[in-house]
């Protein structure tokens, strides 16, 4: 079904969100969806830093044994 809507289709339902809503509405819409990609750029970022730094962590500790004699 949403295979079909072509450029056209995009551009008319922009023109009536823009209707609905308002140009200031929009913008201010498109400003907090930035900065919630922003911010999850960030938290995926901060989360594999993380894991890279509990994995340095774990490889120091785990030393090779010596001949147990």
Do not use: Q
Not at 7 to 19: E, S
Not at 25 to 31: E, H, N, P, R
Not at 47 to 55: R, S
């Amino acid at each position: 079904m949403l295979n079909n809507i072509g450029l056209p289709g995009l551009l008319l339902i922009a023109v009536i969100v823009l209707v609905l809503f308002g140009r200031g509405k929009v913008s201010s819409l498109m400003g907090e969806v930035g900065k919630g990609i922003t911010a999850f750029k960030k938290g995926v970022n901060d989360g594999t830093a993380e894991i890279d730094a509990a994995k340095a962590e774990t490889a120091k500790d785990v030393t090779p044994e010596k001949d147990k004699v």
